[in-house]
């Protein structure tokens, strides 16, 4: 596919969620970095389609089926627990989960998907997990310890948009870049 792009789309967390995110992780390690691959926090969001790779025609009929569709209203989200994929005891990923506003993002991907869908884009085949990236752990481990820890209180945003991410691959690292975004009312 000449000039496709790789995409997806999710959520953003605004810089002063992030801020106190960094702070909610350095509470929840005790001071060391995570384990594994910590994710920057200014790569920080939540996934809600990955598309892969999208060609240019596809990906504006993409974002004008967004534009249009009713996607639902501005809802507040706020972190409620960390956890690892596949499981504790043998952690590939560290993330924080959601508490207040997880139905509303289930409710939202649900939307998106069908959205992506409807454009002729493969659903994903597992379950939706909202989440957000902590870490990646190149060997399994066993993080139990580190997850038994409380977890302080994490902030609150407001989710309003949802946005088309160019997820474009660098000597250092995966960078993301905002293609478009649709507006939640």
Same mark, same amino acid.
């Given at each position: 596919?000449?000039?496709?792009?790789?995409?997806?789309?999710?959520?953003?967390?605004? #810089?002063? !969620?992030?801020?106190?995110?960094? +702070?909610?992780?350095?509470?929840?390690?005790?001071?060391?970095?995570?384990?594994? @691959?910590? $994710?920057?926090?200014?790569?920080?969001?939540?996934?809600?389609? /990955?598309?892969?790779?999208?060609?240019? *025609?596809?990906? *504006?009929?993409?974002?004008?089926?967004?534009?249009?569709?009713?996607?639902?209203?501005? /809802?507040?989200?706020?972190?409620?627990?960390?956890?690892?994929?596949? @499981?504790?005891?043998?952690? @590939?990923?560290?993330?924080?989960?959601?508490? $207040?506003?997880? +139905?509303?993002?289930?409710?939202?991907?649900?939307?998106? !998907?069908?959205?992506? !869908?409807?454009?002729?884009? !493969?659903?994903?085949?597992?379950?939706?997990? #909202?989440?957000?990236?902590?870490? @990646?752990?190149?060997?399994?481990? +066993?993080?139990?310890?580190?997850?038994?820890? #409380?977890?302080? #209180?994490?902030?609150?945003?407001?989710?309003?948009?949802?946005?088309?991410?160019?997820?474009?691959?660098?000597?250092?690292?995966?960078?993301? *870049? $905002?293609?478009?975004?649709?507006?939640?009312?």
């Amino acid at each position: 596919m000449d000039g496709a792009q790789r995409l997806f789309l999710g959520l953003p967390v605004p #810089p002063a !969620a992030k801020a106190a995110l960094a +702070d909610t992780v350095t509470a929840l390690t005790g001071g060391p970095p995570l384990p594994g @691959r910590p $994710e920057s926090p200014d790569k920080w969001h939540l996934t809600l389609v /990955f598309l892969g790779a999208v060609a240019p *025609e596809a990906r *504006e009929a993409l974002v004008a089926a967004l534009a249009a569709a009713p996607l639902g209203a501005p /809802f507040t989200l706020a972190v409620g627990a960390a956890g690892a994929f596949p @499981r504790r005891s043998r952690a @590939r990923v560290l993330w924080l989960g959601f508490g $207040e506003g997880q +139905d509303a993002v289930i409710r939202l991907q649900g939307r998106v !998907a069908a959205v992506t !869908a409807a454009q002729g884009f !493969a659903p994903e085949a597992r379950p939706y997990a #909202p989440h957000l990236t902590l870490a @990646r752990l190149p060997v399994p481990a +066993d993080v139990r310890p580190l997850l038994a820890r #409380p977890l302080p #209180p994490g902030p609150a945003w407001t989710v309003d948009r949802v946005v088309l991410y160019w997820s474009r691959p660098a000597a250092r690292g995966t960078t993301y *870049e $905002e293609v478009a975004s649709a507006a939640l009312l």
